[in-house]
């Protein structure tokens, strides 16, 4: 018997946001979706509009209009403005820290709820998948930059969040270190299965994890799709030049 057909699932949907600061739009009428289990990567120049996007996604920054939602559920639309810790966001940002006074098992511990027995089993599960087993009592300094991005890949992860949000988080890593990291990255996000947007400024960063890229400029998304397609078939000279440093 024929199935009936059914819309793909989409976890995280984005219609029309729009931001502007002093009458200029920074983020223009951007939509997007993002499926579980899917890395969609956010992909443009140093001041396009990524961070705001993103931002506006998590809960910290208020867009002029447009609409959120997270699994069907509308988070952001006109008053409508859930803050983050109600939207099952999980957030690695550049500059977003360890708290260095907390061990590496209480930073991961952090968002968690519930017993502590089953708090400590995610702990160790999450820290033995980014090959940080036993340090759990170590704190934030005694860690590499390196191994401290992992702890905060296993803190972001460690609540289960429906959708993570990933803002340039590699850029901080010295080049010898980020392929690695961004494969165990890559690795664990797929497992986890939540719905991913990876904020980059680097065309091989979204080549190399996204799914889907959403190519952004000048607060616009101008393309959207594979990344084979995205580079082979690039939308205008401009997309293509930005891609040609790609070896
Ligand atoms: P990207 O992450 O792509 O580099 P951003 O989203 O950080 O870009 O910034 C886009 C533009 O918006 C930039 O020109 C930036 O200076 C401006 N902008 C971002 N946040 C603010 C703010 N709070 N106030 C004023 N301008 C801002
Ligand atoms: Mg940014």
Redesign the pocket.
Known sequence: MPQPLTDPPVRLKVEHLTRA??GSP??NDVSLEVAPGQVTCLL??????????LRMIAGVERPDSGRIAIDGRIVCEGSLFLPPEARSVGLMFQDFALFPHLTVAQNVAFGLRGPREEKMRRVDDLLERVNLSGYGPKHPHQLSGGEQQRVALARALAPRPRVMLM?EPFSGLDNRLRDGIRDTTLEILKEEGAAVLL?T?EPDEALRMGDEIAL?RAGRIVQRGSPYNVYNAPVDRAAAAFFSDVN
Not at 44 to 53: A, E, I, L, N, R
């Open positions: 600061f002093g920074v983020v443009g120049p140093s001041g396009c509009g990524k961070s705001t996007t803002d904020v400024h952004m």
